[in-house]
């Protein structure tokens, strides 16, 4: 009832289109329309309503963190007096639509909710896991994959998802390296930027789009032994020139909120760092959207040892730049009494709710509050076969071709017999991975059903399990164990592959088997897998193995061995099919490594854009002594480097050429390089650019990702490829805390992944 005086009072018309441009930053989040309806709405709030504003509650039991205080009827009736401002974990029309009126009919100001969720891969239709999306280094593939998780929740009543995670990581241990992908602060912000594009394009204010979230600010990918949750300790360096990028680059390109993460950062949580988040993401950067605390992290203030209590911890928190509370119930129970108490400033408060409200505004939730919960909409939205077409397109560029020795891929689709074998081959739910929104359990195609699909109507396909994989797979639920397997399935398999004349043998990770609070200090193939594949090549050796996975997985005997292997991920919806599109040639492949993986689980953390250190290789007179950075039982080298990937088709690199030999501070030149399709298929190549900053005020990394294109090539067919160089490319963060490029000698570098590159230097001078 109230909602329409609100409408009258704040004026009906929104007739400005929102225009929200990478271009033009964080400004864009702000305009006077918007604004001076903010400062309309704010007038008239009581400090009850405004407290209500900055709590973010789970609707539902469906939970992702652990189970919140009080029943769920209880938090429902907070709707009725305006003190919830947005509930996550509340999904569907139906169910959106429900509290939505509860919120907007019954309170006295009738402000809308915002109703976020995990839309990370997906919401109905699911898009390969994120590492894999990342290892298509294709960024229209990843607009995509945003852009149809987006039609689909928006059609569902969400119009915010917690994505992209955005966090650099170097540790395969660490199980959420599946939902960021890289060790690479270029490449995860390149995708960054797409995926924010993707969620919300440029009219946040459309129906079809939904408001992103940057996640988890910051370092939470680094943390320590790769342990979920743990402490994390880097350097302002290492945090300013690896792990910052990413999220300027979500600001810079409209995102509209972020989420703090779990972990402290030099002794304090992120939730309460006054630093990063006002000092840096609010001040330096002009973020102009809201904070979001991960799950419970203000009450998490306590057992971190920085907050004796939640009251005080509620107090650091917005003082630290924190906007809204999920779920600690913190600025519920005491950010009014701390008002009041002349704890906390009016204006602290008046600033978070001012954020929250502009996104609100921005979104258009107070033109029609019902305009993403439309039950039609969302029964003609979801799960198309539009929407299955390009998440098959979009997991056939996700994969990618670590080995074909023998030449057997691809294989003919006439072959008489094929073996598949391995559990993971016939699992139709592991491909579709951990945060799965609302993609449906044994719902994606299964490697099998994709080859059957594939294969003519004489080739005979058998299929045996091979091994058993983790049980208890229930998300967030159970733990995971992985369950001693007697080998009773090796001989049936041994033996249908003997029978073959080709073998596809899926192994890997069950799909739950990354992902949040699922770390692991081994990473290599659990379980009996690995003799498996032994005794299988004891009796065929024309093997395919296809790995499924969401991290990388360190096992040389197999890489070393395997006649052919293809890296596929957790693919989603379409994963048997668009495996299958690349076994038997109908796609070539065209991913690249987004990370390094280890030769052992000893190297971790290992990732290409390390220091050079003071002892890199054995000195003269050295040789044969122990006195290098190195180890004495493994090589320093990983088992396959970063940006690594083959085709069907081969690529020769040549004529590496520079605009000029040396360019002044404020000038660009230009760096080129010829590639030419040498092999008999059409192919798609990722070209590579990458710096050294031979010396300067901190030392600097060997090697630094600053472009790629994906440019596809025919048979024979030569392109040029150019990168321009300015002072950004060059710039760091170095001694005196200043982000800029420092005069002296560069090395240039292009070629199809970080090891093998054609090189030239030049000098940047003052
Ligand atoms: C905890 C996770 O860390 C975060 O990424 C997620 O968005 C929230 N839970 C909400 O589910």
Redesign the pocket.
Known sequence: MFYNILKTLLSVTFLFVLSLQSSQAQTQLIYPEIEEKVDSLLKIMTLEEKVGQLNLHTGTWDI??PKPEGNAAERYKLLSNGGVGAM??VVGAEATLNAQQIAVENSRLGIPLMFGY?VIHGYKTIFPVPIAEVASWDLKAAETSARIAAIEAAAAGVNWT?AP?IDVSRDARWGRIVESGSEDPFLISEMTRARVAGFQTEDLSANNTIAATA??FAAYGFAEAGRDYNTIDVSKNTLHNMILPPFKAATDAGAATV?SA?NDIWGIPATAHDYLQNDILKNEWGFNGFIVT??GTIRQLVPHGYSPNLRTGSKDAIIAGTDMD?ESEGFQRHLADLVNNGEVDIEIVNNAVRRILRVKYLLGLFEDPYRYSDAEREENTLYTDEHRAAARDVARKSMVLMENRTNLLPLSKEVNSIAVIGTLADDKDSPIGTWRAQGEANSAVSLLEGIQNAVSKETEVHYAEGYTLAEGRKNFVSELNFPEDDGSGIEEAVEIAGNADIVIMALGEEGFQSG?GRSQVDISLKGRQLELFKKVMEVNPNVVVVLMNGRPIAEPELYENAPSLLEAWHLGSEAGNAIADVLFGDYNPSGKLPVSVPRHVGQVPIYYNHKNTGRPVPQQGDAGTVFWSHYTDESNDPQYPFGYGLSYTSFEYSDLRLSKPSMAMEEEITVSVNVTNTGERAGEEVVQFYIRDHFASTVRPVKELKGFRKISLDPGEKKSVSFTVNSNTLGFFGADEIFKAEAGIFSLMIGGNSTDLLSTEFELTE
Do not use: Y
């Open positions: 992702t963190g996550l974990n995990d917690f995670m996640k988890h989420m779990f991960d799950w999920m949040e």
